[in-house]
């Protein structure tokens, strides 16, 4: 049942945020794209399914009230032999489009989930277009930098709920305060191509609940001066890309 697979990715790493209201889904011949935008605009989510989702093709859905479509994916009796999670389509203006998803179990239980159509999606969620970036320091997180950031976090996120990443010699550092109150500086990595300049900031929890998502998957985090910060995140089912915006 490779649509529950791919529906259970997607929720992990939007709804599992618990910033984004609404997901679109967009199907073609060769990819699946997937996108939100929380409601300040603080993080931008772009995704696309390593391969494309038949049951998606040439259409649009879109993705709401995701804790019951959660709830239905976690239902231990969807997951029995027996059982089958199926997308149904329905004719619309002479298209077959995708309408639910029904989910039966081998005991006989059965639940519907329902789609937004595309016209209401499309509607309520606009597209963000993102100018091309250039990306001054990328690295790859090591479970050490999360842990790191996570106790320091802990310790001082209740009056430093920022951080600031900087550049010295060729190493990455993570700041949380500055000035003559309380701070750490934390080395991330000791070896960058590129410079930072330590102007911009991030919002340190919002940043680790999506690094959290790498647990078992290939991550990568880029910064540019321009004030922008991407997270990249390969699940082994779909590539999710989040783009935060930096706090000056």
Same mark, same amino acid.
């Given at each position: 049942?490779?649509?529950? *697979?791919?529906?259970? *990715? ?12 609404? #997901? ?18 603080? #993080? !931008? ?61 081998? *005991? ?19 597209? #963000? ?46 700041? !949380? ?6 701070? #750490?500086?934390?080395? !991330? ?25 790498? *647990? ?14 991407? !997270? ?17």
């Amino acid at each position: 049942m490779v649509i529950k *697979d791919i529906l259970k *990715d997607v929720l992990k790493h939007t709804h599992g945020l618990g910033i984004f209201e609404m #997901v679109k889904i967009t199907g073609e011949v060769d990819k699946t794209n997937i996108e939100t935008v929380d409601a300040d605009k603080t #993080v !931008i989510f772009k995704g696309e399914t390593l391969n494309p989702v038949p049951e998606f093709v040439d259409s649009t859905v879109g993705l709401s009230r995701m804790g019951v479509l959660q709830g239905y994916l976690q239902y231990p009796g969807f997951d029995e032999d027996g059982s089958n999670v199926s997308v149904v389509t329905q004719e619309r203006n002479g298209e077959d489009v995708p309408v639910e998803v029904e989910f039966t179990a081998k *005991d006989g239980n059965n639940a519907n989930y329902r789609f937004m159509l595309a016209d209401v999606i499309n509607q309520q969620l606009k597209s #963000v277009t993102m100018k091309d970036i250039p990306w001054d320091v990328t690295i790859v997180p090591t479970q050490k930098n999360l842990k790191d950031i996570n106790n320091f976090n802990g310790i001082l996120g209740g009056f430093e709920p920022v951080f600031s990443p900087t550049t010295e010699s060729g190493a990455l550092y993570f700041h !949380i305060g500055e000035g003559a109150g309380d701070k #750490v500086k934390l080395p !991330i990595n000791n070896n960058v191509d590129g410079e930072l300049s330590g102007n911009w900031k991030w919002e340190t929890d919002k940043t680790l609940s999506i690094l959290r998502l790498s *647990d078992s998957a290939n991550c990568t985090v880029s910064f540019a001066n321009a004030g922008a910060m991407q !997270i990249v995140i390969d699940s082994g089912l779909g590539e999710y890309t989040y783009i935060l915006p930096a706090k000056s």
